[in-house]
């Protein structure tokens, strides 16, 4: 089925829009469809610190931010929560490959005004981007109805309740990253990663390191 950029009529106000993927052709499908939406000026970026500069120097009115760049999968959300801090009134949707609901109902509490699956029809792309330039809040069908399950199910459901610090170290476990390799990149040292993962084994129910890193795959995923 192909995708119809068109659109009848575009506001005259040019709109700024930065987009924050690293596959370059999703960056490139969705700027078309946002440029054609809102009459937008498009900017790219493909990493969490471009997505910050991008950020700093064009002040858009909205930023679309993937959950997962590069290969950590949390990313975004850090940088969601970043910019949430300095700036309350910006409109944020998280467009991502995960259906996960562990990680939308995050990514939502971290901040974002909106999120969506890059597997979603256009139309429900169209009121996302519509909502959240409007203002407003907006949830794709399918991951609405996962979070909803996910609330309605309360003691029943077995996801367990992380930190941000034991989410970003869970989702490097879920990479393969050894733990020097992880207090590399979290900047903290192999005890703190040892004492974290300790934790994480004792939380995701792992009998082994091998057992957390299956568990950790699954949570990202959203399977069981």
């Given amino acids: 089925m192909s995708l119809d950029f068109r659109q009848t009529e575009a506001p005259g106000r ?10 370059p052709v999703v960056a490139e499908g969705w700027g078309r469809i946002i440029r054609a939406r809102f009459n937008a000026e498009i900017h790219t970026a493909g990493t969490v610190l471009e997505g910050w500069r991008a950020w700093r120097r064009e002040d858009p009115d909205l930023i679309v931010i993937d959950l997962t760049l590069g290969e950590n999968r949390v990313a975004g959300i850090k940088l969601i929560s970043r910019l ?27 901040g974002a005004n909106g999120i969506i699956n890059k597997d979603s ?22 991951l609405a109805t996962q979070i909803a399950l996910m609330e309605v199910q309360g003691s029943r459901n077995d996801t367990p309740r992380l930190t941000s610090r034991e989410e970003e170290i869970l989702g490097m ?3 393969g990253l050894s733990y020097r390799e992880i207090a590399e990149r979290a900047c903290i040292s192999y005890k703190t ?3 974290i993962c ?5 939380k995701m129910g792992a009998s082994s390191l091998a057992n957390l890193v ?11």
């Fill in 198 to 202: 300790v934790v994480l084994r004792d």
């Fill in 173 to 175: 476990i879920a990479e």
């Fill in 214 to 224: 299956v568990k950790a795959i699954r949570h990202f995923d959203g399977s069981r």
């Fill in 14 to 23: 040019s709109s700024r829009v930065v987009i924050v993927d690293d596959h």
């Fill in 84 to 110: 949430r801090k300095i700036a309350p009134d910006l409109a944020i949707l998280v467009c991502t490959m995960h259906h996960s609901p562990v990680l939308a109902r995050r990514a939502l509490k971290t």
């Fill in 193 to 195: 990663v040892n004492n």
């Fill in 121 to 142: 029809p256009l139309e429900e792309i169209h009121a996302a981007l519509d909502q959240v330039m409007a203002g407003g809040n907006f949830i794709g069908n399918r």
